[in-house]
């Protein structure tokens, strides 16, 4: 078999370049696409968040098929590159027509019009998604340089959500300054501003998976697996650790994305002030950042310099996650109403979530070990296939979440219309909507990583010191049957 040369700097490079806007590309639909529809545009809270669950549900059914497309492909560019280019281009496009959204809508057309784009939206990612993490064997060695690669990819993606993060509501103000008409309120400048940031966004994501697309080329013709809907339910079932880190998994990025959905409404209605999008900015600047020295700086140094392993890092953060809630909700409620003491919750919050991007990878790696260790076969494509769909089930379930809790608390739109640009928003809202979103904001968030906890430290067992007894029981079979 031909032996794969090393991949160059500009190959490592540009594959991480492809991560960043990507990631950016999924951030503004994630976090933002729901306060779009509903606090700019004013649909109904209950309708975005059912058609959010729709469209996870669907998507469950649509990424098996697009595996199966993508595996059959054949062209002289390879099978890969030519789908990621594809799924980009159109998801850009749709991004941008998701995002402009026509203000004269009434209730009905603006839900057919959400629901329509947020499914496309969902369709094209899954175009570009699977075969970008799909490639990945086509031009690496396994082992160091396939991990390495594949942490380097991670830590970009990671890069591209904080950028995303921390300058969206200043980026959109500010365009929204610039060409919304003049006389213009608050949410209308938001809105144009909207419209505009994804046009700089998708034309980003399209230049830099062009880039990828350009400097990564297939090396050999790799034969890729594909799982349907039931491989999938079928590997969970017959590997009791797949199934239990899965749904740790969906269980601490659901608590995060509850955050993410919920906090912009907090510095909005609650916190306000006529400041509230720099402390808001200025909040996601912090935490972006740390999330992204957790990843790059602080698991290494709990690995090497403190000697902890995985299973230890995993779940004092996840403790330490909790802290940092209990911390949020108690200066929420003790009445703080300046942006400095906020930031030692978000820090703690953003920098576990950080350590954990990299920790739960680790984790689905060791159950596919442990997968051929105990079923006899390696379940590898499938294990891995679940990774883009628990995410958009956590984010689905968030927004979900989030949906009912503002239609409770009936914050929307409608809360603060009659204030124009630069009011504090936080005057027409009263003190029991403020404790509620406090509440929905950091007690699920606590019940989530609490259930999470108790089922990992209960259910798993794939220590250090188990990995290595199953790896070399795997090599001694391996070189037994040879």
Sequence with gaps: MEQKRKLTTAEKASYGIGAVGKDMMYMLSASWVFYYFQDIMGASAIVLGIISMVARVFDAFNDPIMGVIVAKTKTKWGKFRPWLLIGTITNAIVLVVMFSAPPTLDAAGLAVYAAVTYILWGVTYTMMDIPYWSMIPAFTEGGKEREGLTTLARSCAGVGSALVSIFTVMVVAALGNKFAPAGSNAYEIERVGFKYAAWIVAILFVVCIVITCINVKEKSSVEMKTASVGDMFKALVANDQAM???????????????????????????????????????????????????????????????????????????????????????????????????????????????????????????????????????????????????????????????????????????????????????????????????????????????????????????????????????????????
């Design 244 to 482: 239990t880190v899965v749904i740790t998994i969906v269980l601490i990025n659901t608590a995060l994305y509850v955050t993410s959905n919920l906090v912009i409404y907090f510095f909005k209605y609650d916190l306000g002030g006529t400041s509230w999008k720099g402390n808001y900015t200025l909040f996601n600047t912090v935490g972006g950042g740390v999330q992204i020295l957790a990843m790059m700086l602080l698991y290494p140094a709990l690995r090497k310099l403190f000697n902890l392993n995985n299973i230890k890092i995993f779940t004092h953060g996840i403790c330490a996650s909790i802290v940092g809630y209990l911390i949020l909700l108690g200066m929420a409620t003790a009445g703080l109403n300046t942006l400095p003491p906020f930031l030692l919750p978000g820090v703690i919050i953003m920098a576990v979530a950080g350590v954990n991007n990299v920790v739960v990878t680790v984790f689905l790696a060791n159950t596919v070990d442990y997968g051929e260790w105990k079923n006899g076969h390696r379940e590898e494509s499938v294990i891995f296939s679940m990774q883009t769909f628990v995410v958009k089930l956590s984010s689905g379930i968030a927004i979900l979440v989030t949906s009912i809790a503002l239609q409770i608390f009936k914050l929307s739109k409608d809360t603060g219309a009659a204030a124009e640009a630069n009011m504090d928003l936080s005057a027409g809202v009263d003190m029991a909507t403020k404790v509620g979103l406090r509440m929905i904001m950091t007690l699920i968030p606590i019940a989530c990583l609490a259930v999470a906890y108790v089922l990992f430290k209960k259910k798993y067992i794939l220590t250090d010191e188990k990995i290595e007894e199953i790896s070399a029981e795997i090599a001694e079979k391996k070189t037994a049957a040879n």
